[in-house]
């Protein structure tokens, strides 16, 4: 069965920079979309960033001029590039692959950001 493989996550301070990766072990039919959420501790999990099909992206306001998501459809794989980060950006990350039947998601990896 398919699973998604995240990496790329740490420890690093403010103002600091990350790349999170993440790959789907096996082929998956048309994904329609490939995004990023998520989780700090005691809080809901969020939708930070989403890639569609023609590389349409859409951003949380707060990660806006900050973060990019990009894509390798051939890879399967969906990136975010995490720039000038923040202590509140902290919190764990999940990778999401959405086709028209199913939603796949990664482990989740953990970023946390000091001060």
């Known amino acids: 069965q398919v699973q998604l493989v995240e990496s790329g996550g740490g420890l690093v301070q403010a103002g600091g920079s990350l790349r999170l990766s993440c790959a789907a072990s096996g082929s998956i039919f048309k994904i329609n979309a490939m995004a990023w959420y998520r989780q700090a501790p005691g809080k809901q999990r969020e939708l930070v960033a989403i890639?569609?099909?023609?590389?349409?992206?859409n951003y949380e306001d707060s990660v806006k001029g900050r973060f990019t998501i990009s894509r390798d459809n051939a890879k399967n794989t969906v990136y975010l590039q995490m720039n000038s980060l923040k202590p509140e950006d902290t919190a764990v990350y999940f990778c999401?692959?959405?086709?028209?039947?199913?939603?796949?998601w990664g482990q989740g990896t953990q970023v946390t950001v000091s001060s």
């Open positions: 999401n692959f959405r086709t028209r039947n199913s939603d796949y």
């Open positions: 890639i569609s099909l023609g590389d349409r992206t």
